[in-house]
């Protein structure tokens, strides 16, 4: 996926998808994977990663809204993408796209530890 597809798809009226946004236009890298991963595998996955933030007190954004979109998906597959921005600190986006990487189906933050 080229780069003005990824930002086409990115609403800059979304706090969570701007900042994301912002992180595919001005940050560190970003990518997205074409391999489809089931839904049901990632809301069990990222449940844990933010009960793991929360523990850290690690600021986020987006994860309660990103868990209830994957969830609704039921069995389908989405695509994932992630973004890692130059702020500081530094936030990395998880992208979950539609199976066909058409649409954000979600997108959650969170950030990264000074190294």
């Known amino acids: 996926m080229d780069r003005d597809h990824l ?18 236009l001005y ?21 844990i990663r933010e009960a793991q933030l929360r523990e850290a007190e690690t600021a986020t954004l987006g994860f309660t809204s990103a868990l209830e979109a994957l969830r609704s998906l039921g069995n389908k597959a989405v695509c994932l993408g992630y973004a890692v921005g130059a702020d500081n600190p ?10 066909d990487s058409t649409a954000v189906v979600a997108c959650l933050g969170f950030a990264l530890p000074d190294r």
């Open 90 to 99: 530094p936030y990395h986006f998880q992208l979950f796209l539609n199976h």
């Open 27 to 47: 940050g560190r890298r970003w990518r997205v994977y074409s391999t489809p991963v089931p839904a049901p595998d990632l809301v069990w996955i990222y449940t």
């Open 7 to 24: 930002l086409s798809l990115l609403d800059p009226k979304d706090e969570v998808l701007a900042a994301c946004r912002r992180a595919v």
